[in-house]
T-cell receptor, first 118, second 115 residues
Framework: AQTVTQSQPEMSVQEAETVTLSCTYDTSESDYYLFWYKQPPSRQMILVIRQEAYKQQNATENRFSVNFQKAAKSFSLKISDSQLGDAAMYFCAYRSAWTGGGADGLTFGKGTHLIIQP | SAVISQKPSRDICQRGTSLTIQCQVDSQVTMMFWYRQQPGQSLTLIATANQGSEATYESGFVIDKFPISRPNLTFSTLTVSNMSPEDSSIYLC????????????FGSGTRLTVV
């Protein structure tokens, strides 16, 4: 079974600064998808960014980018120019590329609580 | 992306009773997913619901405790049966975009408190 590990229960960053959230995962599969989700206090899960394992290029979405190291099984999220609205729980998630048989759902890490200091 | 309406948004229930949570999607989807998020914890997949077949449950979750219905391609329900305080959690439904390859959309969740 796949596991996702987020080793930072909480991170704090000054507004306008850059912060990196760590995520590692364990899998024997070669093809899969990785996601970062944001969950603000409203508890709505919001997709931040996704990465396809077979693509070496790191995904970028505006101020959010990832550092995907497939060999190291690492998938960190970098948030540039942090804003107060970025404050939330951030979850790293894994999904197998093989569908069916229960492989379609997401496996989540425990999350990192991001605090933005004004 | 799909829009999901989940009801109720919250409820307080007596132990030993059951609660049914509804999830309505604005488009047809093959699979719907139910997750549990215990207080201060991450999300754990309960089951995958396919239309017209039995739901597939993850390890640690059983049909008698969490029966799921999937009568059509836009609707599903999750029932939490014979509740105990340990069932107090947020329950979320989810659907995949393009089969999940482009991410998943989540409902706003049901906050359940069992007293």
């Amino acid at each position: 079974a796949q596991t996702v590990t987020q080793s930072q229960p909480e991170m704090s960053v000054q507004e306008a600064e850059t912060v990196t959230l760590s995520c590692t995962y364990d899998t024997s599969e070669s093809d899969y998808y990785l996601f970062w989700y944001k969950q603000p206090p409203s508890r709505q899960m919001i997709l931040v960014i996704r990465q396809e394992a077979y693509k070496q290029q790191n995904a970028t979405e505006n101020r959010f980018s990832v550092n995907f190291q497939k060999a190291a099984k690492s998938f960190s999220l970098k948030i540039s120019d942090s804003q107060l609205g970025d404050a939330a729980m951030y979850f790293c998630a894994y999904r197998s590329a093989w569908t069916g048989g229960g492989a379609d759902g997401l496996t989540f890490g425990k999350g990192t609580h991001l605090i933005i200091q004004p | 992306s799909a829009v999901i309406s989940q009801k109720p948004s919250r409820d307080i229930c007596q132990r030993g009773t059951s609660l049914t949570i509804q999830c309505q999607v604005d488009s047809q989807v093959t699979m719907m997913f139910w997750y549990r998020q215990q207080p201060g914890q991450s999300l754990t997949l309960i089951a995958t619901a396919n239309q017209g077949s039995e739901a597939t449950y993850e390890s640690g979750f059983v049909i008698d405790k969490f029966p799921i219905s999937r009568p059509n391609l836009t609707f599903s329900t999750l029932t939490v049966s014979n509740m105990s305080p340990e069932d107090s959690s947020i329950y979320l439904c989810s659907v995949g975009e393009q089969g999940g390859n482009y991410g998943y959309t989540f409902g706003s969740g049901t906050r359940l408190t069992v007293v």
